[in-house]
């Protein structure tokens, strides 16, 4: 029941919150909340990025906390940018786009994901690898919406 509950909640009331959204999940801060994509990597946590030390790509402006992160990114930006485009993996392996809190997130095989909030992470986590099939099966078809 209580997986119904979460279920119809994330449906019913965060869907229409990123719905017509770009293919990068941004907000006023920047993209995922202007929080440094490679500080996951580097620092194993959310790290807030500066303004000042930022970079457009795919559309969006992402901040980081050094510019050596900077160049990191630059340099290979697939490799650091959040799967989905930084929208909730759990969202899109259910078919839609939603935001996301930057301390969500997992590193799975090299790869960045963020979730909504860590409610909905933990459902995640109990079939990580099944989500992120569904979830790559879905993308191409949802980035678009």
């Known amino acids: 029941m209580k997986h119904i509950t979460m279920m119809a909640l994330f449906s019913v009331l965060l ?22 994509p490679v500080a996951y990597f580097t620092e194993n946590m959310p790290v ?5 030390i930022s970079y457009t790509w795919k559309g969006a402006e992402w901040h980081f ?25 759990y969202g899109v392996a259910n078919g839609y786009k939603v935001k996301i809190e930057p301390d969500s997130w997992a590193i799975v095989n090299g790869k960045l994901y963020l979730n909504y909030d860590k ?4 459902e ?22």
């Open 119 to 122: 409610g909905v992470q933990e």
């Open 48 to 52: 807030k990025g500066e303004k000042d």
């Open 15 to 36: 869907i229409t919150a990123c719905q017509g959204q770009k293919e990068v999940y941004t907000t006023k801060a920047g993209a995922i909340k202007g929080y440094d």
């Open 65 to 89: 906390s050094s510019t050596d992160n900077l160049d990191l990114f630059k340099a290979d930006p697939e490799k650091y940018s959040p799967q989905y485009g930084g929208f909730c993996a």
């Open 124 to 145: 995640w986590n109990q079939d990580r690898g099944n989500y992120i099939k569904k979830a790559d099966e879905q993308w191409e078809q949802v980035k678009k919406d």
